[in-house]
T-cell receptor, first 114, second 116 residues
């Protein structure tokens, strides 16, 4: 079974500051890794994913995440945040070659202040 | 990109009644869909895996007779909350896997259920 730990439940930052949202996972098998974003009262949107290949993956809106197998981490970063990045961010894993079920972390609420 | 649509987005029902939530994959076929439940300020908890043409697979602790799942076609799965109670009030989200390039799981917009 897999588990996901998002260490920070809330992260407040000022606009244009850098941010890192931490995600660690536990699994006895190889996994795929995902970051999803949820805006208030909405469903989840895929931000980025790691399936294979380069351990650094990027999204179209400036976020990036790096898969670190030795540290079992998949931290999400952005060098300069905008007010519009305010949302809940969920890290998730699924088992490679498994049932495709996603196991989610508890989420990190990112609040970008002016 | 691929889209998953849920309907209704919000529904209020009386205690004891049943309510159906639909999940559709709009531009791809999904043999497998997933139903999640999210309580306020908490993460998503997988309820069941919906398999086209066969019975759903429920997670431990989820009452299959209360949360009926039907995956009648490759683009539609439904979740019916039977004999709803106020504690069933929650945000329900479905997802579906696009088996095309990228092998991505897409989520619906979610459905708010309020049982009064």
């Amino acid at each position: 079974a897999q588990s996901v730990t998002q260490l920070d439940s809330q992260v407040p930052v000022f606009e244009e500051a850098p941010v890192e949202l931490r995600c660690n996972y536990s699994s006895s098998v190889s996994v795929y890794l995902f970051w999803y974003v949820q805006y208030p009262n909405q469903g989840l949107q895929l931000l980025l994913k790691y399936l294979s290949g380069s351990t650094l993956v990027e999204s179209i809106n400036g976020f990036e995440a790096e898969f670190n197998k030795s540290q079992t981490s998949f931290h999400l970063r952005k060098p300069s945040v905008h007010i519009s990045d305010t949302a809940e961010y969920f890290c998730a894993v699924s088992e490679q070659g498994g049932s495709e079920k996603l196991v989610f972390g508890k989420g990190t609420k990112l609040t970008v202040n002016p | 990109g691929a889209v998953v649509s849920q309907h209704p987005s919000r529904v209020i029902c009386k205690s004891g009644t049943s309510v159906k939530i639909e999940c559709r994959s709009l531009d791809f076929q999904a043999t497998t869909m997933f139903w999640y439940r999210q309580f306020p300020k908490q993460s998503l908890m997988l309820m069941a895996t919906s398999n086209e043409g066969s019975k759903a697979t429920y997670e431990q602790g989820v009452e299959k007779d209360k949360f009926l799942i039907n995956h009648a076609s490759l683009t539609l799965s439904t979740l019916t909350v039977t004999s709803a109670h106020p504690e069933d009030s929650s945000f329900y989200i479905c997802s579906a896997r696009d088996t095309g390039p990228g092998n991505t799981i897409y989520f619906g917009e979610g459905s708010w259920l309020t049982v009064v």
